[in-house]
Structure formats: C-alpha cells, structure tokens
C-alpha cells in the first residue's frame, strides 16, 4: 500500500502516481477510449525542416545531444522495440499494472528497494537518452504497479508537458527531451 503522503509528494513534482479513480498511473493524457483524451497522440520528432532542426539543437547539462530526432529516425527505432513499447513511447499508452519490466527485459516486479535492485541507468527505448537512474526509483513503485521516479537524470533530459487551461484533467505528461515520446 501506498504510505500516506508519498502520492502527493509526486503528485506536486508532477511525477506518476495512481490514478484515484482508475487502475492506471496519472499522466498528462488519460487515454482511455472513453474520454475525449483518448485520442491523444505524442508530438514526437520533428518535420525535417531546417529551422526546426537548429531551433532544436541543445547540448544537456550532461554533455548529451538533445537536438529533436526526425520523425523518421523515430520510426526506424521504434521497429526495433516491442509493441507495447511502442504504444506507451509513440502513442502514449499506459503498459499492463504490475508488468515492471523494461524494454530490454529486466524486471523491477516485486520489492523495490535500494538493496532489491542493481545500480543502473534507464534510457529511452528511441534515441538511447539518460532518463532516470535506479537510485531514483520512487518508493511507491513498490505498491504502484507501475515504475515511478522522484527525479530525472537531468532536469534537461525530460520534458512536462502541462494541460491546457481549460482542461479539467491536471495531470502532467513526462516526456523525452530528445524524441518527445511519452515516458
């Protein structure tokens, strides 16, 4: 069970966290078919034109090419990750509750405790960007279902996508920087 206050301390950073209401982690966009937000799609890559391109190119504060990837390119390396992968980073779906399991197979599923789990580092599936580490695993992804972090690598290395004003959903989207797929 989630310890009392751990939601809202996410909830305020604009991390992932139940949904109160639903079997599904809060994010920007609930895509359930059954809202209007089900038609959500990311704004991944960009056009290919020129001024997007040098409007996109940045440096991290890590050292890491954050410069916006091509559609394309996007395209190309999502054929090479599974379906579901693809669903959550392309389409901004939600993965099944309890899988934690990453792209490339390890499994987070059961405690989630610093002593549980191995030092590492979690990239994005398209376009290999530094996201978050193991040491920022958050403590409800032990009871959540669902991996959850306290921090990113690097402020730069993600970015939050907020709902518009008029929206009466206020949860807050966590994207890459480099790919603008949903995390």
Known sequence: PVQKGEEN????????????????????FDVDAANVEGQYKPKWG???????AVENTHISSFGFDLKRMPAD?????????????RTILLE???????????????????SITEEDVQKGMF???????PLFTTADLSPTTASSGWLS???????????????????????????????????
Request: net charge negative; charged share 30%.
């Open 123 to 129: 990239v994005c599936a398209i376009g290999g960007l």
């Open 73 to 85: 390119d996007i395209r190309n390396e999502a054929e090479k990750i599974s379906v579901m992968s």
């Open 46 to 52: 960009y056009d290919g034109s020129k001024d997007d």
């Open 9 to 28: 301390v996410l909830a305020a950073n604009g991390w992932s966290f139940l949904d109160p209401d639903e079997s599904e982690p809060l994010s920007a």
């Open 149 to 183: 972090f306290s921090n990113p690598i690097a402020d730069d290395h993600i970015e939050h996508i907020h709902p518009e004003d008029a929206s009466q959903d206020r949860r807050v989207e966590v994207i890459c920087a480099r790919t603008g797929c949903h995390l």
């Open 92 to 110: 901004g779906g939600t993965d099944e509750p309890n899988t934690k399991r990453t792209n490339n197979g390890y499994d987070f599923s059961g």
